[in-house]
């Protein structure tokens, strides 16, 4: 096991990574930027180095700095949290290239589910479902026109590389396709800095679920069970929950094994999550993450297991110790992404924190590195929080949910808060009757009125 980890990330999930180290008898390294100085993940840390200015290009992202923070801290291994350069494989490369340990998937898994394309036909090969689309990336227009025509519209154009909703447009009919896909391309390249695309059937109402895997480097593999993250703005999550209120356990339990399966033929190493579309009964694969999620702490609610531990378990080399048959699901987890934005219009809102009260109470849990004086920096995403609820049905987690949110105080900015209150009050919500592009549709009505 290590003796020391660096975790080259900032705010709410440098320290969860810092307090699993911490159970584990590991001493960490906080990287920070300037405009972090007095965050709490460094503050809590055995040491920190400065890596750079604010920008994150010239600080979180430089990877010089931060292998050199490990040479000079005497670090054998470096947690990347998610977000950064925790999906960048170059950068599991120079890790390993310098003799230290990256607590994560390979290079070589890394890249390979990072371009959307070559992730897919390699699920499919593993026995994934996929959504009807093209095999490859689009280089002739008039050949696509005919591949869209085979899967019907309307259909969705998507960034071979990168994600969270860029580079991707939806053309309804024929007549939208070519604007629609050079919309697209532009999109992509301007974000991820490679142009191409490639088609999807689009669609209409699913529910995004995600399942949970971890395997270690001597073959054995586990799922932990679905993620629902169909409450989503702009493709981005606002709340999940687990388990899904739309899967029966014939179906929680054959997404389970398939996804399982396949991640045992690619060879996989570490935490990964594969993603899906759901509808009619049917699962569709997404992409899969090759890193922990923001949404993590609503499995760990259900299982008892500590996934960031089991991560670093994993790396150093340790066997699970575990087999399926020994995962069990108990109650029900909700987690609210809590951001300094302004409920209404989600303008960022950063600024310095006046009053600070975290709720708790039995099965109440708030990932956050905030504290009474900080100042939150503009620099970065606005995530500010976490708040994970538990309980035994879905019913007293979400009646926890209100009161834990109630009871919560954050002054001197705005935060989604309110928004998650009000989204408590509605009944698609409160039955689980909703889907990926249900929360746009209330936004918009909430709007208007």
């Known amino acids: ?81 998610y977000g950064f350069l925790s999906e960048n494989a170059r950068f599991a490369e120079i890790v390993e290239a310098h003799g230290l340990v990256f607590i994560g998937p390979t290079a070589e898994h890394i890249r390979l589910m990072g371009d959307k394309i070559t992730a897919k036909q390699a699920v499919k090969d593993a026995g994934i479902p996929v959504v009807p689309g093209s095999d490859g990336g689009i280089t002739d ?37 070519r604007e629609a896909v050079e919309t697209a391309s532009r999109e992509a390249e301007a974000a991820f800095g490679d142009g191409a695309v490639y088609l999807e059937k689009y669609l209409g109402k699913p529910r995004h679920i995600e399942i ?109 110790g575990y087999t399926q048959d020994d995962i069990t699901f108990e109650g029900w987890a909700i987690e609210c992404r809590i951001n300094a934005e302004d409920p209404a219009t989600f303008a960022p809102s950063p600024g310095k924190v006046t009053e600070f009260h975290a709720p708790g109470g039995l099965g109440v849990r708030l990932d956050s590195g905030l504290y009474a004086g900080y100042s939150i920096p503009p620099y970065y995403d606005s995530l500010i929080g976490k708040l994970i609820v538990s309980g035994k049905t879905r019913e007293e987690t979400l009646l926890r949910l209100k009161r834990s949110l109630e009871e919560m105080v954050v002054g001197g900015i705005k935060t989604t808060i309110p928004l998650h209150l009000a989204l408590l009050e509605e009944e698609a919500f409160r039955s689980g009757d909703y889907h990926i592009r249900w929360l746009e549709s209330w936004l918009a009505d909430r709007a208007k009125d």
């Open 1 to 81: 096991m290590f003796d020391k980890v660096l975790i080259a990330n900032r705010g709410e999930i440098a320290l969860r990574v810092h307090r699993a180290c911490r159970e584990m008898g590991i001493k960490t390294v906080a990287i920070h930027s300037e405009a972090d100085r007095e965050a709490m993940h460094v503050k809590l840390a055995d040491e920190s180095v400065c890596v750079g200015p604010n920008a994150a290009n010239q600080s979180y992202l430089k990877i010089p700095q931060i292998i050199a923070a490990c040479e000079i801290t005497g670090a054998q291994a470096i947690h990347p949290g």
């Open 141 to 177: 227009i008039e050949e696509a026109k005919k591949i869209a025509d085979e899967i019907g519209y309307p259909v969705l154009v998507k960034a071979a590389a990168g994600g969270g909703g860029r580079g991707m447009k939806v053309a309804q009919t024929p007549k939208d396709f």
């Open 212 to 320: 949970q895997v971890l395997a270690d480097q001597h073959g054995n593999v586990v799922h932990l069970g679905e993620r629902d993250c169909s409450l989503q703005r702009r493709h981005q999550k606002v709340l999940e929950e687990a388990p899904s209120p739309a899967l029966d356990t014939e179906a929680r339990a054959r997404i389970g094994e398939i996804t399982r399966d396949a991640v045992a033929a690619i060879g996989y190493r570490g935490a990964g999550t594969v993603e899906y579309l759901y509808e009619n009964g049917e699962f569709y694969f997404i992409e899969m993450n090759t890193r922990l999620q923001v949404e993590h702490p609503v499995t760990e609610a259900i299982t008892g297991l500590d996934l960031v531990r089991e991560q670093i378990r994993i790396a150093a080399g340790e066997k699970l």
